[in-house]
């Protein structure tokens, strides 16, 4: 059980108590999960280490080819921001589904990625830009895919004495646009029962020159879709193609899902999902009428 809370001052001092306190030390930043999980189940460690108002971790740069937030910066911080709703669509999107205002004035990027849900609101679009995480511990920084971040449901790649420093990705050219859509229990305050985030690249002819595809809820942890990724690269953005890709994802949700209770909803329900995402992803990247693929 916890019996202390520790707030240092600056990244340096939270990393050297991450160090002394090993398995007993936990990170809390906006708690909007943790005081849940510490309120309602017995917990292990005794040691909070609030790193809450640490300003080395709440930031948003956008540099010319790369955007990097760091891990403190909380979802308001990013839908409040004045250029990420223009620069990146799907994840300003995902940010302001979270929740309610109050859970986004506290919940930060950081914790929602290190809590390795399935349902994480801004991990599909994450890795639909194919964003990369930087973390720390006192004798080194080290960067890794987000995709290679989920190990597990709830488990994912950081060492006890590590923190989540920042994630990073490129920034989103002409002719690229990113898209989140989410199905939730309700319109608002809903954890995702379903989310799906797309990215693409459209070149001359409506051709396909490139295209991530993320969703979450769909199994343990969000992930990629690179099969479906694969099939699509190089095509001629169409009708036909739209069909062919949302019987494909109908097609990994089953295998994926098997005989699960939900498997019958939610492979119906990513089609739609997908169909949406994908369809308004190309119309904002070539940004012309593609209303004859919008039936």
């Known amino acids: 059980m916890i019996t202390k809370c520790i707030r240092p001052s600056n990244l340096e001092e939270a990393l050297e108590q991450l160090n002394q306190q090993g398995y ?9 999960d943790l005081v849940i999980e510490i309120k309602h189940h017995p917990y292990e460690k005794s040691t909070l280490i609030d790193i809450s108002r640490l300003k080395e971790l709440r930031f948003i740069e956008i540099g010319e080819t790369e955007i990097c937030i760091g891990a403190g910066t909380r979802f308001s911080d990013i839908v409040n921001h004045p250029e990420m709703k223009g620069i990146c669509a799907g994840l300003w ?4 589904s979270v929740g309610s205002p109050q859970i986004r004035n506290a919940g930060t990027i950081g914790g929602n990625i290190c809590n390795g849900s399935p349902a994480a609101d801004s991990v599909p679009p994450l890795l639909a830009l ?30 006890a004495n590590e923190l989540l420093y920042a994630i990073k990705f490129r920034k989103p050219k ?30 001359d002819g409506d051709k396909i020159e490139d295209i991530r595809i993320a969703t979450g809820a769909m199994g343990a942890y969000p992930q990629r879709e690179e099969a479906l990724e694969k099939l699509l690269i190089g095509e001629v953005f169409d009708a ?53 693929f919008n039936s």
């Open 24 to 32: 007993d030390g936990k990170l809390i930043a906006g708690g909007t």
């Open 240 to 292: 036909p193609l739209i069909e062919m890709s949302t019987q494909e994802i109908f097609n990994i949700a089953k295998q994926r899902l098997g005989s699960r209770s939900s498997a019958v909803f939610k492979c119906e329900a990513i089609q739609g999902l997908f169909g949406k995402a994908l369809r308004r992803a190309a119309k904002e990247a070539k940004s012309y009428d593609f209303h004859q």
């Open 174 to 203: 002409k002719d690229e646009y990113i898209t989140f859509e989410k199905l939730g229990l309700r319109k608002a305050l809903a954890i995702a029962r379903l989310s799906c985030a797309v990215f693409i690249s459209l070149g």
């Open 93 to 96: 999107e995902a940010c302001s």
């Open 130 to 159: 194919d964003a990369q995480v930087i973390i720390k511990d006192t004798t080194k920084t080290r960067t890794m895919p987000l995709k290679d971040f989920y190990i597990d449901k709830g488990k994912v790649a950081i060492e």
